[in-house]
């Protein structure tokens, strides 16, 4: 089994990290500095308090016979379009694009071909420090596990072998039944989220600013009772406690998260890193609702 990272960031770098340690034939596409020092290091990762290199092949190229079982997108929104064209004439069948977007997957298929996209999202996040070593991790699975589904809804032969690959890695996942709507309600959560980041004063102590708590607590409501009146359901079922949890404990469960652990590095270490893309995403999202609502 062939797999191939294209995007050597965070989410790219554990994926390979992973895959690898659990056997698999890994590389990792990378460019431009990141490129250079894998090239000369290899991809280090921290583990237990240990740094470690995975046993990985890096490429600064992708030839169009260079087939793999699998490709995983592992790029931001605002770099997904340049990825997809230049994936298009290489010969591997699946592309996993493991992107925040709202776009139509037909676009994407319009660009690589039709059935080569299985939608996906990681669950994971940390960070490279600035000795260009790893330090990331898989997020709960009772929050985010990795999540999948072709754009049909249907099973399939290579949602088995991906989720074989997954559970062979250690890598908790799901199966859901429509990804666009489980994307939209990620993007449902997650907006409001870094936008609460924006808008603070002290971005790193967000959550002690009960004004923010309180207004993205709002947002968070506002957002899920919209898509629930839209779809019908919201994807996973979970999503529902931001409809029905009282305003005040949901401040107070954001305050605490935002001050935890979790938050700094999963939630506030994204949210810093990547302004541009989240504010790309919350455009699109509030675009999908006006337009919705129109």
């Given at each position: ?26 590389s990792?596409?990378?460019r ?12 280090l990762?921290?583990?237990k ?16 016979n260079?087939?793999y ?7 931001r929104?605002n770099?997904?379009y ?10 591997s069948?699946?592309?996993v694009t ?11 298929e319009?660009?690589?071909?039709t ?14 420090n ?9 997020t ?5 596990p ?5 754009i049909?809804?249907?099973k399939?032969e ?13 890598v ?7 990804m ?26 967000a959550?002690m ?22 779809s ?6 979970k ?11 949901l401040?107070?469960m954001?305050?605490?998260t ?29 675009d ?7």
């Amino acid at each position: 089994m062939r797999i191939l990272i294209y995007g050597a960031g965070v989410i790219g770098s554990l994926y390979a990290a992973l895959f690898a340690e659990a056997g698999y034939d890994t590389s990792i596409y990378a460019r431009g500095k990141r490129l250079e020092f894998l090239k000369k290091n290899g991809l280090l990762y921290k583990k237990k308090q240990n740094i470690k290199r995975a046993e990985i092949t890096i490429l600064g190229e992708l030839p169009d016979n260079d087939i793999y079982d699998f490709i995983l997108l592992t790029v931001r929104e605002n770099q997904l379009y340049e990825a997809l064209s230049e994936l298009k004439n290489n010969k591997s069948d699946t592309i996993v694009t493991m992107v925040n977007s709202l776009d139509s997957y037909k676009k994407w298929e319009d660009i690589v071909g039709t059935g080569r996209i299985l939608p996906a999202f990681p669950g994971a996040g940390g960070s490279i420090n600035d000795d260009g070593i790893l330090d990331a991790s898989l997020t709960p699975r009772i929050i985010q596990p990795t999540t999948f589904a072709e754009i049909s809804g249907n099973k399939s032969e290579r949602t088995k072998q991906f989720s074989k690959i997954l559970k062979c890695a250690h890598v908790p996942y799901q199966e859901v039944k429509d990804m666009h709507i489980w994307q939209l309600c990620h993007l449902a959560m997650v907006v409001p989220i870094a936008d609460a980041y924006y808008e603070a004063d002290c971005p790193e102590r967000a959550g002690m600013d009960w004004k923010i708590m309180k207004k993205t607590a709002k947002r968070l409501k506002r957002n899920f009772n919209f898509l629930r009146k839209q779809s019908g359901r919201l994807s996973p079922g979970k999503m529902n406690f931001f409809c029905f949890l009282p305003l005040s404990i949901l401040a107070i469960m954001l305050a605490i998260t935002f001050e935890s652990s979790f938050g700094d590095k999963f939630m506030y270490q994204h949210a810093m890193k990547a302004p541009d893309e989240m504010r790309e995403l919350h455009k699109q999202f509030y675009d999908y609702v006006k337009r919705r609502k129109a």
